[in-house]
């Protein structure tokens, strides 16, 4: 079954192409990732994806259904959570609290209404702790639970955003750059964390610039350069694709390396 699919996708932003006719499929049980040089539309097209932005044109399918045009709470509670890359984080409420917003998210979308009236009832607050530490347990931050997020290091407020996705029980995670600004010791963690959330049933679809992590936890890639797509195939074709070399690579990805 197809998980998720663009055809002839295009984004303009006033003169600009920034996804330009993109094409490409998810497959159920993969770990697929979206490749390609800085500006090269790929934080656009996860925007598309997940409903942030509308497409100029062309149509996205999720789960074979076409969910172009759909709004973002809509297409969250259809199964698909993402993480950005800039985190969005309430920085001065606990890690708990932040993964529970995002069962609460799951309902209302409604962050203002959220702050006034965090939970309708108290049993319904107890259901979002209880489903809240349980993912924190499966990420391995429930430590971290009752401290608050702006002073975790930087992995931690990662991984707690990620836990935060997986309160709407999403069936494909968008990853906007899990990696960035990790250092290696939390990059490594990330990576297990990650094939660790695929195991347990989850689809992917994954933007890195870390080239390492792209080619040790992808099945398929999909490269684009000016928003257009270049190339596509497993990691090995894609290493040794001369276009893809050629536009990204270059001569800065060695296999067994760090990215970059
Ligand atoms: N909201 C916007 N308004 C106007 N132009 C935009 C907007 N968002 C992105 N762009 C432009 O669209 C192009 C693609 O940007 P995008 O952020 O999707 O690239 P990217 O591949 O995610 O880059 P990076 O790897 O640096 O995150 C760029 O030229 C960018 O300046």
């Not at 708990?96 to 917003?101: K, R």
């Not at 992995?155 to 990696?179: C, S, Y």
């Amino acid at each position: 079954m197809s998980v998720l699919r663009l055809e002839h996708v295009t984004k303009r932003f006033g003169g600009l192409v920034a996804v330009n006719d993109l094409s490409f499929e998810v497959k159920e049980r993969q770990i697929h990732a979206l490749i390609g040089p800085n500006g090269s539309g790929k934080s656009t097209s996860i925007n598309m994806i997940n409903g942030s932005f509308p497409v100029t044109s062309g149509k996205i399918y999720f789960n074979d259904k076409d969910i172009t045009g759909w709004k973002m709470h809509k297409i969250a509670a259809a199964g698909m959570g993402r993480t950005y890359q800039n985190l969005k984080l309430f920085r001065s409420m606990t890690a708990l609290e932040n993964v529970m917003i995002g069962g609460q998210l799951h309902a209302k979308m409604n962050f203002a209404r959220f702050l006034i009236d965090p939970f309708k009832t108290k049993r319904e607050e107890e259901e979002l702790r209880e489903k809240a530490m349980e993912i924190m347990r499966f990420i391995g931050i429930e430590q971290y639970a009752d401290r608050t997020v702006g002073n975790l290091p930087y992995g931690r407020q990662k991984m707690t955003e990620l836990a935060r996705t997986l309160m709407i029980d999403p069936t494909l995670i968008l990853l906007d750059e899990p990696a960035a600004g990790l250092n290696p010791n939390e990059r490594a963690e990330f990576v297990a964390i990650i094939k660790k959330v695929y195991e347990s049933g989850k689809d992917i679809l994954l933007i890195e610039h870390n080239m390492d992590i792209i080619m040790n936890i992808s099945h398929v890639i999909t490269v684009i350069n000016h928003g257009a797509k270049i190339a596509e195939g497993t990691p090995t074709e894609i290493q040794n694709d001369p276009e893809v070399i050629r536009a990204y690579l270059g001569d800065r990805y060695k296999i067994g390396m760090e990215g970059e």
